[in-house]
């Protein structure tokens, strides 16, 4: 089955810099790349997805790219904000009626003032 | 429209003993994942349910189950619990086959 490895486990950048949280996934078949923030007491949250036919996407301050061949995709924040500060997942899945949606470990990332 | 609703909010349980989680999901979605989450093993997914079928199930052993009403409100079950079962336990909605998750604010599980 799909098996999805995220790095780094935690991560801390000074307010105004860029983060990049990377994952690698283990199933070719996988279609769908979306990535999650959960912050604190909450339920994670849907913040940008993807699609294996595009290379990369971007949502203001977010974008997240996908190397197919290397079976990776990133997550790029810039401009960080306090408000950044939370848990991020990534994930992937086959897009099929039946697929299920399997998350990395998570990566915490705080920013510094 | 509401959203995930996931009850209790927090749960304490002693070991041996049974629960069950509640999950009502967003009016029309028909489908609703499990997850469990732990400080080091992150989002683990348990299983989903579709139109009150189980349709896709993870890697957990028999004492975690789980069921969907026609209403598709769903519940979970562990049975026999053990000191490794607190978790977060999160519940998801989405409509049809759509891939986007809605996650309930989740059950803190601890078991003493």
């Known amino acids: 089955g799909e098996n999805v490895e995220q790095h780094p486990s935690t991560l801390s950048v000074q307010e105004g810099d860029s983060a990049v949280i990377k994952c690698t996934y283990s199933d070719s078949a996988s279609n769908y790349f979306p990535w999650y923030k959960q912050e604190l007491g909450k339920g994670p949250q849907l913040i940008i997805d993807?699609?294996?036919?595009?290379g990369e996407k971007k949502d203001q301050r977010i974008a997240v790219t996908l190397n197919k061949t290397a079976k990776h995709f990133s997550l790029h924040i810039t401009e960080t904000q306090p408000e950044d500060s939370a848990v991020y997942f990534c994930a992937a899945s086959m897009r099929a009626r039946d697929d299920k949606i399997i998350f990395g470990k998570g990566t915490r990332l705080h920013i510094l003032p | 429209k509401a959203g995930v609703t996931q009850t209790p909010r927090y749960l304490i349980k002693t070991r041996g003993q049974q629960v069950t989680l509640s999950c009502s999901p967003i009016?029309?979605?028909?489908?609703v994942s499990w997850y469990q989450q732990t400080p080091g093993q992150g989002l683990q997914f348990l299983f989903e349910?579709?139109?009150?079928?189980?349709?896709n199930k993870g890697n957990f052993p028999g004492r975690f189950s789980g069921r969907q009403f026609s209403n598709s409100r769903s519940e979970m079950n562990v049975s026999t619990l053990e000191l490794g079962d607190s978790a977060l336990y999160l519940c998801a909605s989405r409509q049809g086959a759509d891939e986007k998750l809605f996650f309930g604010s989740g059950t803190q599980l601890s078991v003493l």
């Open positions: 349910y579709f139109s009150e079928t189980q349709r």
């Open positions: 993807i699609r294996s036919n595009v």
């Open positions: 009016s029309g979605h028909r489908s």
